[in-house]
């Protein structure tokens, strides 16, 4: 019996791999800048990305300074509505705003504490500029047992109802009061009403008393613009 001899079939040769080439146009350099384009914003908006997340302060507006001090007097006068011309020894007013104590404003002289029946008698600061806000009131006295009212108000009235809602108000004060305004009310002017005076240690007859109110020096406080 032949025998059967198998035969192999000789191996096909080995094809060399070689790149694949798109070609659309693009040349190497350009393609490469856009790679590099494409990483560098990949990075960017990486970073903005944390810095968002990770940033916990907060813009607000700036606040205007609401430091309160003693703000700057431009005049005084004399208020007295119900008197006979309207104001009450004038020629003193400045010397409550003098800067010193040993000088005087004083009212006439009355017979009775209650500003002799009427409703008060006062001094009008005009302030040097608007304020944003009059938080109190300081006055000195060389007295004690008197009663005080204050008004603020953008204009100065020639009635006391004109000056509008009282501010403050103290009774039995002393030397030196502080009269605390909660509302901090804006304006230029503040009224300084005496309702009740201190007994004068003058006396028209014996046994008939006066009654005089004194002020050394008035000073306003607050906010400005």
């Given at each position: 019996v032949g025998s059967l001899t198998s035969r192999r079939r000789p191996?096909?040769?080995?094809?060399?791999?070689?790149?694949?080439?798109?070609?659309?146009?693009?040349?190497?350099?350009?393609?490469?800048?856009?790679?590099?384009?494409a990483l560098a914003l990949?990075?960017?908006?990486?970073?903005?990305?944390?810095?968002?997340?990770?940033?916990?302060?907060?813009?607000?507006?700036?606040v205007k300074s609401k430091t309160v001090?003693?703000?700057?007097?431009?005049?005084?006068?004399?208020?007295?509505p119900e008197g006979d011309n309207g104001n009450e020894h004038p020629d003193e007013a400045g010397l409550a705003v003098d800067n010193d104590s040993a000088t005087l404003w004083t009212t006439e002289a009355?017979?009775?504490?209650?500003?002799?029946?009427?409703?008060?008698?006062?001094?009008v600061l005009e302030l040097q500029r608007p304020s944003r806000g009059v938080t109190s009131v300081h006055i000195t006295s060389p007295d004690t047992g008197w009663d005080?009212?204050?008004?603020?108000?953008?204009?100065a009235a020639t009635t006391l109802a004109g000056w509008g809602d009282?501010?403050?108000?103290?009774?039995?004060l002393g030397t030196?009061?502080?009269l605390r305004i909660p509302t901090h009310p804006p304006g230029q002017f503040v009224l300084v009403w005496l309702t009740r005076l201190p007994q004068s240690s003058d006396q028209s007859q014996p046994g008939?008393?006066?009654?005089?109110?004194?002020?050394?020096?008035?000073?306003?406080?607050?906010?400005?613009?």
């Open positions: 191996a096909a040769p080995a094809v060399a791999a070689h790149p694949v080439i798109i070609n659309d146009g693009i040349s190497i350099g350009a393609r490469l800048l856009a790679w590099t384009v990949g990075i960017g908006g990486g970073y903005a990305g944390f810095v968002l997340a990770t940033d916990t302060s907060t813009s607000r507006p700036a001090s003693a703000l700057k007097i431009a005049t005084v006068t004399t208020f007295d009355y017979r009775q504490a209650n500003v002799g029946g009427k409703a008060g008698v006062g001094l005080a009212q204050i008004y603020v108000a953008s204009s009282i501010r403050a108000q103290g009774t039995n030196s009061a502080e008939q008393p006066l009654f005089v109110g004194r002020i050394a020096e008035v000073s306003v406080h607050g906010t400005s613009f």
